[in-house]
């Protein structure tokens, strides 16, 4: 199951990249330098998550990112249910595939809430 979403991943990817408009495909931009050379910076992105198990416990949760990347080490997230704050976290690792493991900070966090950067 895992060599299946990593072809999708790569699929996907591919396609986006011939789809995306502009010689730098959105991911970078280019800017002028004032020496006649160019300078490409990576665009900041803000990436979403999905709570896919709890551990109220041992007080950690699973986040799902999807194709979207993985956050980093220490990344704090406000956890949202029907468009409510509940909770926040702060990711821990590890992490592998979408997936990655986050230390609750606040709130009472269950399955299928949202995670926002903040």
């Not at 702060?90 to 992490?95: F, Y």
């Given at each position: 199951?895992?060599v299946?979403?990593?072809l999708?991943?790569?699929v996907?990817?591919?396609?986006?990249?011939?789809a995306?408009?502009?010689?730098?495909?959105?991911?970078?931009?280019p800017?002028?330098k004032?020496?006649g050379g160019?300078?490409?910076?990576?665009?900041?992105?803000?990436?979403?998550g999905?709570v896919?198990?709890?551990?109220?416990?041992?007080?950690?949760?699973?986040?799902?990112?999807?194709?979207?990347?993985?956050?980093?080490?220490g990344?704090?997230?406000?956890?949202?249910?029907?468009?409510?704050k509940?909770?926040?976290v702060?990711?821990?690792?590890?992490?592998w595939d979408?997936?990655?493991v986050?230390?609750?900070?606040?709130?009472?966090?269950?399955?299928?809430?949202e995670?926002r950067?903040?």
């Open positions: 199951m895992g299946l979403k990593w999708t991943a790569v996907a990817l591919g396609l986006a990249g011939c995306l408009p502009g010689r730098w495909g959105g991911a970078m931009q800017l002028a004032p020496g160019t300078i490409v910076t990576p665009v900041a992105f803000r990436v979403k999905k896919v198990r709890t551990n109220p416990r041992l007080n950690f949760v699973v986040l799902d990112f999807g194709l979207q990347g993985l956050p980093a080490v990344q704090q997230f406000a956890i949202y249910r029907l468009g409510k509940v909770g926040q702060r990711v821990s690792g590890p992490a979408t997936y990655a986050a230390d609750i900070v606040e709130g009472e966090i269950w399955m299928g809430d995670a950067p903040k």
